[in-house]
Every structure is written in structure tokens, then in C-alpha cells.
């Protein structure tokens, strides 16, 4: 678990800001008749013109290179979803992933939106997913266990009828995209390692309308449901503080 210093954590609320201004931009642009290759060169030139270096393009696991600075995942497509000709169509559920490389740290957020009015059912799902990122926020700091942001997380998701992907977990970041600790979003209360004052994490829910049986597509980067349902995905970078978590990537942050 990595302590960032005092100078360290300007820098990562500085990078948190630039990181949602764009990502708010990016999906203000998100709308049917538009590919997700015009999503993620847009999320680019903004983080270029920022000053800042995309945190996903070129990141490397076993071998292979991710070729895209934001991650577009769509209805069934959970997480890590590769940009391409694709076109949004009205109801798609798409959540958009970006992180970014400012001043030599990282950060990273997540948001799921659905396009147009979209079912009622898919309006719940990003409903829930979004209000369990914050149940989960309320849980961090100093002292507290990681089970108990993940039982947080998890008791409201299964209350409101959905489901929460186990094998995908938040976790630490800042000097590098993925640190130690990982943060399920599942867990008993009083279990798992303590979050410490000054510990920078991405805390992330990622949750289904369906079953939460999941697998990897065969571009190697995409995961996506095993029944074909819909799934959410939110996430904010956190300062965890004895009195509680600073989200780093929220906008007007003060």
C-alpha cells in the first residue's frame, strides 16, 4: 500500500480535475449516429491539449498492448471495451473508462450512460450502479476494512435486484494505473486490510442485470456477460482521510 505525499496528492487532485472535465465532455458527446472511435479520439485530444498523457494506450498484460486511449464498453460488454466503427444506437447502455498520466501520476474514473431515453430497466441499473459508488465512498477511511466497502457495495446492489461482478475489483493508484490494495466490490464487514490515511484509490462497482457469470471475448481485452445482459460501471479516484474519502475526480472539486 503506497502513502502519497502531500505534494503527490496536489498533483493527483489537479490530474482528478483535468480527468473529469474530459470524461464529462466525452460523454456529453456520447449519442446515437456516433461511432466509438470518435469517442476515444475525442477523449485524447482533449487529455493531449490538457497536457496530459492517456493512462490506458499502450498499457501492457501478458503480452499484449491496449490500442486506445478510452475504454467503451456496450450493453453486454462490461469493462475494457476496444473503441472501432461501431455506432451508437438509441438504448445502448455504454459505459466510458479513462484514466490519465499528469505531472508523472495517474488517475482514473468511470461513468455508464444510456443513449436517448433508453428502457426503464436500464435506467435502474446505472440508477443503482452510480448510488453504490457512493454508498461504497462513504465507507473509506482511515481505520476502515475493505470488506466493509465491499459489503456496502454489495447489500445494495442485491437489495435492488442486481448482481455485482466478483472477479473485477477497484484498487490502488497514482504512481502507477493499478496498485495494491485491490478493492472488491463484495466482502464482509471487519474483513480484509485497513485503507490508511494518504492512500489513493480507484474505487469502481461494476454490476449486472443479470447473471454475474462473466468471460473474456476473444479481442483479449473485452469482458462481457455470459447471459448477454446489461451491466454498469462507475468510478472515482479517492483521498482517503481519517475524516472520510476526497473524491479526486469530481467535478469543482474544492
Known amino acids: ?33 456516433i461511432s466509438t472511435e470518435e469517442l476515444n479520439r ?20 501478458s503480452g499484449r498492448v491496449f490500442p486506445a486511449s478510452l475504454c467503451v464498453s456496450i450493453n453486454d460488454e462490461i469493462v475494457h471495451g476496444l473503441p472501432g466503427a461501431r455506432v451508437l444506437e438509441d438504448g445502448d447502455i455504454v459505459g466510458l473508462d479513462l484514466g490519465i498520466k ?3 501520476l495517474f488517475t482514473d474514473s468511470a461513468l455508464t450512460v444510456v443513449i436517448g431515453k433508453g428502457d426503464k430497466q436500464a435506467q435502474k441499473l446505472i440508477a443503482v450502479c452510480r448510488e453504490a459508488l457512493f454508498i461504497g465512498i462513504q465507507q473509506c477511511r482511515d481505520g476502515a476494512h475493505i470488506g466493509d466497502v465491499g459489503h456496502a457495495i454489495q447489500s445494495f446492489v442485491e437489495a435492488e435486484g442486481f448482481q455485482v461482478v466478483k472477479e473485477l475489483v477497484g484498487h490502488g493508484v497514482g504512481r502507477r494505473v493499478h496498485e495494491e490494495p485491490m478493492i472488491p466490490n463484495y466482502g464482509k464487514k471487519g474483513s480484509g486490510s485497513r485503507l490508511k490515511e494518504g492512500m489513493v484509490i480507484a474505487l469502481e462497482p461494476i454490476i449486472v442485470e443479470g447473471r454475474p457469470q462473466i468471460f473474456l471475448d476473444k479481442d483479449g481485452w473485452t469482458w462481457r456477460t455470459k447471459d448477454g445482459s446489461g451491466a454498469a460501471h462507475f468510478e472515482h479516484t479517492l483521498l482517503v482521510t481519517k475524516n472520510g474519502a476526497v473524491i479526486l475526480t469530481r467535478q469543482s472539486l474544492s
Not at 3 to 25: F, H, N, T, V
Not at 42 to 61: D, R, S, T
Open 1 to 33: 500500500m503506497i502513502i502519497k505525499s502531500k505534494k503527490e496528492e496536489k498533483i493527483l487532485k489537479e490530474g482528478g480535475q483535468i480527468l473529469a472535465r474530459i470524461l464529462s465532455g466525452v460523454a456529453k458527446y456520447a449519442r446515437a449516429g
Open 42 to 61: 475525442l477523449a485524447e485530444e482533449k487529455i493531449l491539449k490538457a497536457a496530459a498523457i492517456p493512462a490506458f494506450k499502450g498499457y501492457k498484460v
Open 102 to 104: 499528469y505531472k508523472g
